[in-house]
Structures are given as structure tokens and as C-alpha cells.
């Protein structure tokens, strides 16, 4: 097994070719959808070896399991694996922050293989920095606009929108973001209508300086601001009947409106640090301690698996990435009608999935 051959996964559908060897133990799956994979070695098997060089050589190996091989997934089915991080999500009110008690709102775009940045297919999030609920549409164009998606983000969070083909980034060089801010189960007070409109340069999606190191993803992403607490950032054009409508609404007497309070809802938290599931890693190696976190994790979904609605949080920290890629690997391979997403951003650090049973 080498970089280059091309393998298939033993347990799951899918595989890739190797670029990599993390350790003796792990090594590193380029997928289809542009996705690198850190799996066990012992859970992939070589299709087409490659020689020294990295050619295909003409023999063509294919080792089954007493399961056989599953089909390679087609078109439509990768595009419902990448869109498996659903939406599903309820905010803890307890974990408001006193700085989210200002909007923040950003979109950004993430490569799916920066490497190939020219040809490369991206992901396009919303990301809500705040304490409020947003009810909001989003619309292209200039004179005139198409509706692109409509839809709710919750507190301390973010959601796909959708998935850009790279000959498809001219169509984002204008967008408009409108919606109104709210807060479910609480007095709050309220927030003026957003309407916002965001010039983008296309060329932009070319250049990988404009692709940086953020608070929201492992990967480099283009972060754009629509809302910097509460006011969209100067370099944003505002139509001045826009802003003229916008500081007479804000004018307006605040009215508080007093909901019910809501039902609190029990989440199971995992920690998947290594030294809380042993007492000494000694004589342990990666592969071993990753080995042994997949296990908990396994363990813990099948004993919940029937436990519709049930949310468990799984804590694995930021670090490389090796844990999480992989986590997020076996919800899509395995435990497919379960919704995942990142924890809430204040009280676990960008360092934690939540998994919604279904």
C-alpha cells in the first residue's frame, strides 16, 4: 500500500487514492467529492496499485469481504452525503453571551479542494454569531433578483446554504440578504429589519490569499461580514431610502413580548479526550488511541440509535482534525439518517459535533 493506489473503503461505500501516511496505522483517502478521508489502514483495500512512479500498474486487485464490495455511489448520492450536515439544531438560551446580544452575521465560502482552487467546487454557509433566531431570504441579482433559499438560522451557529460549482461564481457578485431577528422563549429587545446588499468580486474566488485561517472551520474559508454587531460594515452600498427606513424603525418604541418558557431538553455529552476514556496512554501509539476513541463513539450511537431525538454532543477538541474528519466520516457512512453539526460555538470552541438521533 503506497501513495497513489487507489482503494476502496471494506466497511462503507465509497474510496478514493492515498496522498498520504499520517502514521503506520492511518493513512489519508482523497475521495470523489474532494474530501480527505484519515482512515485505519486496516479498513480500506487496494483496487489498482500504482508503481514507482505512481502509474497504474496492470494487475487489479480486489480483495471482498464475506459482505463484498458495495458500488461505487453515483453523482446524486455523493451530492445527498455532502448535504447530510442538516440544519437540525435547538439553541440552549442558557448559553447566551453578553456579546451576542449584538447581530453578527457572516457568509462564507469553503473549498472543497483548495489545492485545486481554479476548478474546485465550493460550500456556501451562513454563520450566526449571536443570541437571536433570523428568519431571512436570500436573494441574487441587482435589478433583478432570483431567490436563492429562504429559511431560519438559530443562535451560535451555521448552515449550508448550497454547494457552488466553480463556473457558477459569477452569479454571486450580487447578493441580498433581508430578514428580521427574534428570540423564541424570551423578552428580548427587538432589532430593526436587515436588508443588505453585498458586492462581490468574482475574481475573488480565484485567489487563495482571499481563502484565510478563521474561528469557523478547520479549512481556510473566504469570510465575508453581512451584519457587524447590529450594523451591516461601510463597504456594504446601503440605498439611502434603505438607511433613512432603517434609523426610523429603530426610532420606533421597543415593545417586550413575554413567551412561555421552554421545555429543557436533556443533551448527553461525550468526552472524546483520550485521557478521559484511560488512565495512561503508555505504550499506546496514534492509531491505537484513535482506535479506542472510535470505539466509545460506535458504543454510544448503537446504544442511542433508538432513542429518536436524542442529541449527543461529542467533545474531540480542534487539534489536527484527525478525530473529527473521521467522526464526520462514519455519520456519513454509517449512521446516515442521523443529523450532525457543529456544538454551539460559546460553550465548546469549535471543538465538538452535535448528532441528533432520527
Known amino acids: 500500500m503506497k501513495i497513489g493506489d487507489?482503494?476502496?473503503?471494506?466497511?462503507?461505500?465509497?474510496g478514493g487514492v492515498i496522498t498520504q501516511f499520517q502514521d503506520k496505522n492511518i493513512v489519508v483517502v482523497l475521495e470523489d467529492d474532494g474530501f480527505e478521508t484519515p482512515v485505519?489502514?486496516?479498513?480500506?483495500v487496494v483496487l489498482q496499485p500504482t508503481n514507482q512512479y505512481n502509474f497504474p500498474t496492470s494487475e487489479n486487485v480486489q480483495q471482498?469481504?464475506?459482505?463484498?464490495?458495495?458500488?461505487?455511489?453515483?453523482?446524486?448520492?455523493?451530492?445527498?452525503e455532502l448535504q447530510t450536515r442538516a440544519s437540525e439544531y435547538v439553541f440552549n438560551e442558557e448559553n447566551e453571551t453578553p456579546q451576542g446580544e449584538k447581530i453578527n452575521l457572516f457568509f462564507?465560502?469553503?473549498?472543497?479542494?483548495?489545492?485545486?482552487?481554479?476548478?474546485?467546487?465550493?460550500?456556501?454557509?451562513?454563520?450566526?454569531?449571536?443570541?437571536?433566531?433570523?428568519?431571512?431570504?436570500?436573494?441574487?441579482?441587482?435589478?433583478?433578483?432570483?431567490?436563492?433559499?429562504?429559511?431560519?438560522?438559530?443562535?451560535?451557529?451555521?448552515?449550508?446554504?448550497?454547494?457552488?460549482?466553480k463556473e457558477?461564481?459569477?452569479?454571486?457578485?450580487?447578493?441580498?440578504?433581508?430578514?428580521?431577528?427574534?428570540?423564541?422563549?424570551?423578552?428580548?429587545?427587538?432589532?430593526?429589519?436587515?436588508?443588505?446588499t453585498l458586492k462581490i468580486n468574482p475574481v475573488d474566488f480565484y485567489k487563495l490569499h482571499c481563502f484565510k485561517d478563521n474561528d469557523f472551520f478547520d479549512d481556510n474559508a473566504m469570510i465575508i461580514s453581512v451584519l457587524e454587531n447590529d450594523f451591516p460594515p461601510l463597504k456594504i452600498s446601503i440605498k439611502?431610502?434603505?438607511?433613512?427606513?432603517?434609523?426610523?424603525?429603530?426610532?420606533?418604541?421597543?415593545?417586550?413580548?413575554?413567551?412561555a418558557p421552554p421545555k429543557k431538553e436533556e443533551i448527553l455529552e461525550i468526552d472524546l479526550h483520550i485521557n478521559e476514556l484511560v488512565d495512561s496512554t503508555l505504550g499506546m501509539d496514534n492509531g491505537d488511541m484513535l482506535t479506542l476513541q472510535l470505539n466509545k463513539f460506535h458504543a454510544v450511537m448503537k446504544e442511542n440509535l433508538k432513542n429518536r431525538g436524542?442529541?449527543?454532543?461529542?467533545?474531540?477538541?480542534?487539534?489536527?482534525g484527525v478525530?473529527?474528519?473521521?467522526?464526520?466520516?462514519?455519520?456519513?457512512?454509517?449512521?446516515?439518517?442521523?443529523?450532525?453539526?457543529?456544538?454551539?460555538?460559546?460553550?465548546?470552541?469549535?471543538?465538538?459535533?452535535?448528532?441528533?438521533?432520527?
Request: net charge negative; glycine share 4%.
Open 6 to 14: 487507489k482503494v476502496r473503503f471494506l466497511n462503507a461505500v465509497g
Open 40 to 44: 485505519l489502514a486496516t479498513e480500506i
Open 64 to 80: 471482498s469481504t464475506g459482505a463484498g464490495l458495495q458500488p461505487v455511489p453515483n453523482d446524486e448520492e455523493k451530492k445527498d
Open 108 to 165: 462564507a465560502f469553503v473549498p472543497l479542494n483548495i489545492k485545486q482552487l481554479q476548478t474546485s467546487e465550493m460550500e456556501f454557509y451562513l454563520i450566526n454569531d449571536s443570541n437571536f433566531y433570523v428568519n431571512f431570504q436570500l436573494l441574487a441579482g441587482n435589478q433583478k433578483s432570483t431567490v436563492i433559499i429562504s429559511d431560519t438560522i438559530e443562535p451560535q451557529t451555521k448552515i449550508l446554504l448550497q454547494n457552488i460549482e
Open 168 to 196: 457558477q461564481v459569477n452569479d454571486y457578485e450580487m447578493l441580498r440578504f433581508q430578514g428580521f431577528a427574534f428570540k423564541e422563549h424570551k423578552i428580548f429587545d427587538t432589532k430593526p429589519s436587515i436588508d443588505v
Open 240 to 259: 439611502p431610502e434603505q438607511l433613512q427606513a432603517a434609523m426610523e424603525e429603530k426610532a420606533i418604541p421597543q415593545t417586550k413580548i413575554t413567551f
Open 310 to 320: 436524542q442529541k449527543i454532543v461529542f467533545i474531540h477538541g480542534k487539534g489536527e
Open 323 to 358: 478525530l473529527r474528519k473521521e467522526i464526520e466520516a462514519q455519520l456519513k457512512r454509517s449512521y446516515k439518517t442521523c443529523y450532525f453539526q457543529d456544538a454551539s460555538f460559546q460553550q465548546y470552541g469549535f471543538g465538538a459535533t452535535q448528532v441528533t438521533v432520527r
